[in-house]
């Protein structure tokens, strides 16, 4: 694996699925594969469960681990090539991730879209350079659209439930703000990556990315798709369509009790951070797994690590 940034990078999903479960059982087993390794995490956007985790992770494999806000604690950093940088962007990425990758033996960047030009989004404008000069592996702690540690963590989470073929839906749920579809794209990519039955329910206008939607079914009335269920995974996202538009009057896609009660006694799932009662209810959030979910990052961090240090022997 050259980086981590899509489950197209993953050589065998289903084993790296596998070997997370492998470390949630015995974390310390390889605690020294990561001696005299240093991993680095910079973030250009707020974080607990990847932050804490992927630290977390990497302590489990005896690795040290430097952790930098960029915009807060370095400088602020110019994205364009051929820029004269009279404003207040004082240094370029260019030198910016060649130097850290020289601090590091692995290199994870969280980095959300703009919301404004999908194009550039959907490039991922920072993460390919962070790619670009980079002179060891990336990881994406979540990029513009994809955040794949949080797929890893989730489909570990569905395998536990040890369920044969579950019926799992994807379901849009409002929000305040425009919101990345980084989390839903890529919990679809590794749906089908893992062969699983997966139905994506959101109002008209919602959907995701053709790319994504692609072999997926959609069902745009909620209660119908969440009828049978095992598995809802609410997420809010704002449109890809009329790109980083946000819905009007769509509270009613809330997950209540009396949707759930449509289900077959389905678990919930969500990413966290979550909004209660907007998102979904507090008896429906109060009884799920999304704890066990975010406990599941850890490994999750753990065995993609694990991955890139066995490589690196
Ligand atoms: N890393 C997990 C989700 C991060 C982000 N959520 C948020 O920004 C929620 C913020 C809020 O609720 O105001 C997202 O949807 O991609
Ligand atoms: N689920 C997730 O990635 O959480 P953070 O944004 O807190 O890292």
Excluded at 171 to 194: D, G, M, Y
Aim: charged share 25%; aromatic share 8%.
């Amino acid at each position: 694996m050259k980086n981590f940034t899509s489950v197209t990078d993953v050589e065998d999903p289903i084993a790296l699925i596998k070997k997370a479960a492998l470390c949630k059982k015995s974390p310390f087993e390889n605690d020294h594969l990561g001696k005299h390794k240093t991993l680095g995490l910079i973030f250009f956007n707020p974080s607990l469960r990847t932050r804490l985790s992927t630290q977390r992770a990497a302590y489990n494999l005896g690795m040290n681990v430097i952790v930098m806000n960029i915009d807060k604690d370095s400088w602020k950093l110019e994205f364009e090539d051929g820029q004269i940088m009279n404003s207040d962007k004082a240094e370029h990425v260019k030198e910016a991730v060649a130097v850290m990758s020289q601090y590091c033996d692995l290199l994870g960047v969280r980095t959300f879209p703009g919301l404004v030009n999908r194009d550039e989004d959907y490039s991922e404008f920072i993460l390919n350079q962070f790619i670009k000069y980079s002179s060891v592996p990336i990881i994406s702690l979540e990029s513009a659209t994809l955040h794949p540690l949080q797929s890893l963590a989730d489909m570990l989470t569905i395998d536990e439930l040890k369920i044969v073929k579950p019926k799992i839906v994807l379901t849009w749920a409002p929000h305040i703000r425009a919101l990345p579809q980084a989390v839903s794209n890529s919990f679809v990519e590794w749906c089908k990556a893992s062969q699983a039955d997966i139905t994506v329910t959101c109002p008209e206008g919602f959907e995701l990315s053709p790319e994504f939607m692609e072999g997926v079914k959609l069902e745009h009335n909620q209660k119908e798709a969440f009828k049978g269920a095992d598995i809802i995974y609410a997420k809010n996202w704002s449109s890809f369509n009329d790109y980083g538009k946000i819905g009007q009057n769509l509270d009613h896609w809330i997950v209540d009790q009396e949707k759930m009660n449509l289900t077959n006694q389905a678990k919930f799932m969500h990413c966290l951070p979550v909004r209660r009662n907007l998102v979904v209810s507090d008896e429906v959030l109060d009884s799920s797994i999304v704890i066990e979910e975010a406990n599941n990052r850890t490994y999750a961090a753990q065995a993609v690590l694990q991955e890139f240090l066995t490589s690196m022997k």
